[in-house]
């Protein structure tokens, strides 16, 4: 049995930074590729980025890009996005997923809500 808490979103601005953290309770953490996606209002739920258990190759959404970084902390149970250079079109409902393969969800939270104002 796997679950997932994300924390970490909230309300900043524009160029802003924020830090999100997702715990995963389950015994075998280091097995899964950890990913975050991410839904707007009205749009469908999208790969923003994940990190692969083997390897921690990490993969990124272009929207992302040089602004997002993705990382784990094996020892803990955790995964982590660190979101630097917000911008409206970032808010959106942050999902921490694992999975079998980066981009892949098998297992999700409950979500944390971000929005950037302007």
């Known amino acids: 049995q796997v679950q997932l808490v994300e924390s970490g979103g909230g309300l900043v601005q524009a160029g802003d930074s924020l830090r999100l953290s997702c715990k995963f309770f389950g015994r075998t953490f280091a097995t899964y590729a950890m990913n975050w996606f991410r839904q707007a209002p009205g749009k469908e739920r999208e790969f923003v980025a994940g990190i692969d258990w083997r390897t921690t190759d990490t993969t990124y959404a272009d929207s992302v890009k040089g602004r997002f970084t993705i990382s784990r902390d094996d020892a803990e149970n955790m995964v982590f996005l660190q979101m630097n250079s917000l911008k409206l079109e970032d808010t959106a409902v942050y999902y921490c997923?694992?999975?079998?393969?980066?981009?892949?969800?098998?297992?999700w939270g409950q979500g944390t809500q971000v929005t950037v104002s302007s």
């Open positions: 997923a694992a999975g079998l393969r980066v981009t892949r969800g098998d297992y």
